[in-house]
């Protein structure tokens, strides 16, 4: 076990297609913001001993309050006009997880999961039993069209113009935006949460990776894991889990497993998508075979605070 007394935290704000083009100037300042101010919420735990499944909690916790991305405030349209959340995260040092699946009204799912997680008699909840549990432990109760954007109805709505059907032909023209969150803590614990509305114009009910532990969310002693892409590809690949143990069986570096991952398991499958990683000595991987991903870490080490979109970006981490 690491007896590093540093601390590094890793976040995404969704894979997809970006397009330079579409993404104006004033978008992406708002877009960057809301990622550093997730950042800066996840270091403050972090900088003063708190834990990792704390940290990346509050950094998710950010985004989804953000409209910007398809998390909480902002999250995708299902097949019938509504919203239903999806959030998970796991404590490597524990092995605890807490994970919801179609929550129609919890405001901040990744903080219901959260207190999932430190339950003994239950690691995943859906539907109105999850909304009906947050509403008697307290958890902030909204309406469902809180999360409207008007963003994400005209993505509704193109998607739906494209074929009544739509759920995969929308995200080849549009951006996705899902949330997660990977950190390492001062005890070099490690812990990932990764929250999302899924995919736009999904079936009413269709669990996507994000609500599933060892497919868009896994840590461990080893490394911790949040996802996002088409998530049927992420669950047929368990892709989380399988990162952890492409290091931990096959004796891969966080690199090289993340890579396989992505580009060779999931990619293979036809999938589109992209994870951010982080293993026990700090190291990081933000692989993704879409066409950018917005992304950011920090890293106490050198005091450095980054955020990036595409590849292409100065120095850009991959
Ligand atoms: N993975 C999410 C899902 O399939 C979507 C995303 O990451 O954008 O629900």
């Given amino acids: 076990m690491s007896t590093t007394k540093t ?6 704000g969704g894979a997809g297609v970006i397009n330079k083009e579409n993404l104006s ?8 913001k809301d990622l550093n101010l997730s950042l800066s919420a996840g270091k403050e735990i972090l900088s003063k001993g708190g834990t990792a499944s704390d940290a990346a909690c509050a950094a998710v916790v950010r985004l989804e309050n953000s409209v910007h991305f398809n998390a909480g405030k902002g999250a995708v349209f299902s097949r019938s006009g509504q919203h239903f ?16 699946a179609n929550s129609r009204s919890i405001k901040n799912p990744i903080e219901f999961a959260k207190t999932l997680m430190h339950r003994d008699d239950i690691v995943m909840l859906s539907g109105t039993a999850a909304d009906n549990m947050a509403n008697q432990l307290k958890h902030e109760l909204v309406e469902n069209n809180y999360f409207d954007t008007s963003f994400r109805k005209n993505q509704w709505e193109t998607a739906k113009s494209l074929s009544e059907n739509a759920i995969f032909l929308d995200h080849s023209n549009l951006k996705m935006g899902t949330v997660g969150a990977v950190a390492i803590d001062q005890n070099g614990h490690l812990a990932a949460a990764t929250s999302t509305g899924g995919m736009t114009n999904k ?21 911790a894991v949040s996802c996002t892409g088409i998530g049927e590809y992420f669950i047929r690949t368990t892709i989380a889990s399988l ?19 992505i580009h060779e398991h ?3 499958l036809g999938g589109e998508g992209g994870l951010i990683a982080i293993d026990n000595q700090g190291h990081i991987a933000m692989p993704y075979n879409s066409q950018g991903m917005y992304r950011g870490l920090v890293n106490e080490l050198d005091d450095s605070q980054k955020v990036y979109i ?9």
């Fill in 266 to 268: 999931q990619a293979m």
């Fill in 7 to 12: 601390f590094s935290l890793c976040i995404h």
């Fill in 203 to 223: 079936i009413d009910g269709r669990i996507g990776d994000t609500a599933i532990i060892g497919c868009g969310t896994y840590a461990n002693s080893i490394c």
């Fill in 243 to 261: 990162v952890a143990n492409l290091m931990e069986y096959g004796g891969l570096s966080l690199e090289e497993a993340t890579h396989k991952a």
């Fill in 310 to 318: 595409w590849n292409t970006d100065e120095n850009a981490l991959k």
């Fill in 85 to 100: 959340l999806e959030a998970s995260i796991m404590d490597g040092h524990t092995l605890k997880a807490g994970a919801l």
């Fill in 25 to 32: 100037d004033k978008e992406k300042e708002l877009i960057v």
